[in-house]
């Protein structure tokens, strides 16, 4: 059994698929993005770890409640960004798409 199909019967058998709803996972997700901000802020590296985890296992909750498979999203959004060109500003990268005029010329698939 591979790791995702692990966490999603963990879930069901504790009831968070069914017995929750997205919106309420959704929270949940936010609480843990912010644990993760302060282990980020905090140079925390075993913070950052398990934020990260934690943020999986509720994104692969709310997968299951909709009825996704968490990998073939994870598959569906890099098919999309794959070939994606743009460039780095001020340490973010911005799609071409959405590029600012003046950084319009030249973009390549800078990372």
Known sequence: MMLFEQVTAWAQARNLIAGSDSFRQLA???????ELAGGIAKQKPEVI???IGDCMVVLI???AQNGLNVTDCLQAAYNE?????????DGVFVKEADLPAQYQQG???EC
């Open 28 to 34: 949940k997700l936010a609480e843990e993005m912010g």
């Open 107 to 109: 973009v390549s698939n």
């Open 49 to 51: 770890s398990d934020s």
């Open 81 to 89: 960004i794959k070939d994606r060109k743009g460039r780095m500003i």
């Open 61 to 63: 909750i709310i997968a």
